[in-house]
T-cell receptor, first 110, second 111 residues
Framework: QKEVEQNSGPLSVPEGAIASLNCTYS??????FFWYRQYSGKSPELIMSIYSNGDKEDGRFTAQLNKASQYVSLLIRDSQPSDSATYLC??????????FGTGTRLTIIP | EAQVTQNPRYLITVTGKKLTVTCSQN?????MSWYRQDPGLGLRQIYY???????DKGDVPEGYKVSRKEKRNFPLILESPSPNQTSLYFCGTGVVGYGYTFGSGTRLTVV
């Protein structure tokens, strides 16, 4: 069974601080990893994708991938109240679907 | 504007009454998929389609049907809904390996 694991939280971070979200996956063959943001009652929105080891930065977001440790993370710098949401980690295991973690609920405290 | 349109957004129905949730995309993608989202279980794939007339089961296909007669449309059919199909449903489309765009969701309640 190919799985993606996330700490469900909730994770509370003060406004302006760095939020760190973590994810592990079970299959060493995986090539593609994604972070989705989901506001309450809304659909998941793709915010980051990463395909190779190392860091990928996009504005205040940085995705980090370590294939040897089977570990993906998302850093959110200068956290804003609007970042409060559930963050879903997903992996493409090459089986015609995305496998999602159960999500981490993030709350930014003003 | 690139989008995935699902209808209806909300639906309350009774056990056994056939229903269809529609999904349409204007992004010209070959791949489309249906997921359901339940608390504590995350998003799970129901069915997917790699192309017109090509569909296959995902992780939780029991009680569902799909069809793909046109590239842009991928309806989800519940022939005889049961209360355990109460869930939040998302249709997604994209290029395999590059992430998906999801529709706004359909919240289904079966009583």
């Amino acid at each position: 069974q190919k799985e993606v694991e996330q700490n469900s939280g909730p994770l509370s971070v003060p406004e302006g601080a760095i939020a760190s979200l973590n994810c592990t996956y079970s299959d060493r063959v995986s090539q593609s990893f994604f972070w989705y943001r989901q506001y309450s009652g809304k659909s998941p929105e793709l915010i980051m994708s990463i395909y190779s080891n190392g860091d990928k930065e996009d504005g205040r977001f940085t995705a980090q991938l370590n294939k040897a440790s089977q570990y993906v993370s998302l850093l959110i710098r200068d956290s804003q109240p609007s970042d409060s949401a559930t963050y879903l980690c997903a992996a493409d295991f090459g089986n015609e679907k995305l496998t999602f973690g159960t999500g981490t609920r993030l709350t930014i405290i003003p | 504007e690139a989008q995935v349109t699902q209808n209806p957004r909300y639906l309350i129905t009774v056990t056994g009454k056939k229903l269809t949730v529609t999904c349409s995309q204007n992004m010209n993608h070959e791949y489309m998929s249906w997921y359901r989202q339940d608390p504590g279980l995350g998003l799970r794939q129901i069915y997917y389609s790699m192309n017109v007339e090509v569909t296959d089961k995902g992780d939780v296909p029991e009680g569902y049907k799909v069809s793909r007669k046109e590239k842009r449309n991928f309806p989800l059919i519940l022939e005889s809904p049961s209360p355990n199909q109460t869930s939040l449903y998302f249709c997604g489309t994209g290029v395999v390996g590059y992430g998906y765009t999801f529709g706004s969701g359909t919240r289904l309640t079966v009583v």
